[in-house]
């Protein structure tokens, strides 16, 4: 803490008053300050061989004799009245766990303890255990692939005033999502050389789009997933406007693949395609006709995909 500051954070006990030396955690600015600090201290390693988080740091290398180098590196700028907990370390892994999902060399998956939840979890009897499942599988939703479509049987019993009644319909979505995460997929990580591939599908109710990509082997990967619900407006939308939304909400959220690779496009329809060729569009498709020409994307037909693993799974 900075001296001037330190008479600022003092707090009474019944014997004393005491005041902080060290800056808690607890405090408004303290994760930016934090953070701050941490990019000053690793400028030159971020997002090379050091990922930050909040208070958790992750150092990382291809091979264990520039690993062992590396870290000489970080110990030394630790000394600066930087501390860190023994217990929580783990030195020179091929995998771990950080910010609850395991990190290895060739991807991101699912801790097991979260699956294991999951899958001895009983059907929801009423609106609170909905909400907790609903939780759980938020907070997965990057692995689990058209998460809005699969769950879209639970939407009717979320909303006020529903009468809660666990019928055949959700029982069923409800056992499927549980076969699903039985093998969920391993997001790989980016290859920067080969160019990413987007599917994506707009059905009656939510939209979904799946990153993926060749991996050194020619087989495709996933690297994210994405779905949300349609909102009331966009239900009355047609089968083509959808469509041009599911690839307007991947661009919202893919904008730095986009800005750097050219995408290849793949979905059961062609209607962005239609859309690009139309020289006179109203003004929601020509607005986002704006945003599709701002990038390079190649476009496929997904009739014209055969023996991909893919572009079935998104669905």
């Known amino acids: 803490m900075s001296p001037k500051d330190e008479e600022c954070m003092a707090f009474r006990t019944p014997k004393e008053i005491y005041y902080y030396k060290v800056m808690p955690f607890g405090l408004k600015n303290t994760g930016a300050t934090y953070l701050r600090a941490m990019q000053n201290i690793f400028d030159d390693m971020l997002h090379k061989k050091v990922e930050c988080y909040v208070d958790d740091l992750v150092f990382k290398t291809k091979m264990r004799e520039e690993h062992l180098t590396d870290l000489q590196i970080v110990f030394d700028r630790l000394k600066y009245n930087l501390k860190m907990n023994p217990l929580k370390c783990n030195f020179v892994v091929m995998s771990g766990k950080f910010l609850c999902f395991i990190v290895?060399?060739?991807?991101?998956?699912?801790?097991?303890?979260?699956?294991?939840?999951?899958?001895?979890?009983?059907?929801?009897r009423n609106l609170n255990e909905l909400q907790s499942l609903q939780g759980y599988l938020t907070f997965i939703r990057r692995f689990v692939s058209n998460l809005a479509g699969r769950c879209q049987p639970f939407n009717h019993l979320?909303?006020?005033?529903?009468?809660?009644?666990?019928?055949?319909?959700?029982?069923?979505?409800?056992?499927?999502?549980?076969?699903?995460?039985?093998?969920?997929?391993?997001?790989?990580a980016l290859i920067p050389e080969k160019p990413p591939i987007l599917y994506i599908v707009a059905q009656e109710r939510s939209i979904a789009a799946l990153m993926a990509q060749e991996n050194e082997e020619g087989k495709e990967k996933a690297l994210y997933c994405l779905s949300r619900t349609l909102a009331e407006n966009e239900l009355k939308y047609s089968p083509v406007e959808k469509v041009c939304l599911a690839l307007f909400y991947a661009i919202k959220?893919?904008?730095?693949?986009?800005?750097?690779?050219?995408?290849?496009?793949?979905?059961r329809a062609d209607s962005v395609k239609f859309v690009m060729s139309r020289p006179v569009l109203f003004e929601r498709l020509a607005k986002w006709?704006?945003?599709?020409?701002?990038y390079e994307t190649e476009y496929e037909s997904q009739k014209a995909i055969k023996g991909q693993a893919l572009p079935t799974s998104y669905s």
């Open 104 to 124: 290895r060399h060739h991807g991101i998956k699912v801790d097991p303890k979260k699956l294991d939840a999951i899958e001895k979890m009983p059907p929801p």
């Open 289 to 294: 006709s704006i945003v599709f020409n701002q």
């Open 253 to 267: 959220k893919f904008g730095h693949y986009f800005e750097v690779y050219s995408i290849r496009l793949i979905s």
């Open 158 to 188: 979320m909303k006020k005033d529903a009468n809660f009644q666990w019928d055949e319909g959700c029982q069923n979505t409800f056992a499927s999502i549980k076969k699903y995460l039985l093998n969920p997929p391993v997001l790989e």
